[in-house]
């Protein structure tokens, strides 16, 4: 079992940055692969992001690849999305997910076995 808070949302100019981060508690960290999707209002939950294991492979959608990136701290056992050229429409709640099973695929939403409760990030063009 692991529990997830994310933390770091607000509002931002198109444009800004802002950084996610996603503190697990719980099971061992480092066993999980990692994902972030987000949630716009009347649409359906997105992948964003995912890391699968400490130094390995990462994914992003084409939406975010170049402006995102997803990282890992397995000693403050905290996942972080750093958020770049924001654009408005990113705007979003945005969620963080893990799951023990990593050779699964990850831009799933259901690859994963826990998530949090998610953050809201609006971006104000």
């Known amino acids: 079992q692991v529990q997830l808070v994310e933390s770091g949302g607000g509002l931002v100019q198109a444009g800004g940055s802002l950084r996610l981060s996603c503190a697990a508690s719980?099971?061992?960290?480092?066993?999980?692969?990692m994902g972030w999707f987000r949630q716009a209002p009347g649409k359906e939950r997105e992948f964003v992001a995912a890391?699968?294991?400490?130094?390995?492979?990462?994914d992003y959608a084409d939406s975010v690849r170049g402006r995102f990136s997803i990282s890992r701290d397995n000693a403050k056992n905290t996942v972080y999305l750093q958020m770049s050229a924001l654009k408005p429409e990113d705007t979003a709640v945005y969620y963080c997910?893990?799951?023990?099973?990593?050779?699964?695929?990850?831009?799933?939403?259901?690859?994963?076995?826990?998530w949090g409760q998610g953050t809201q990030v609006t971006v104000s063009s």
């Open positions: 890391n699968r294991w400490t130094g390995g492979q990462t």
């Open positions: 997910a893990a799951t023990v099973y990593r050779l699964r695929a990850l831009e799933r939403l259901t690859a994963y076995d826990y």
């Open positions: 719980g099971r061992a960290f480092s066993d999980y692969a």
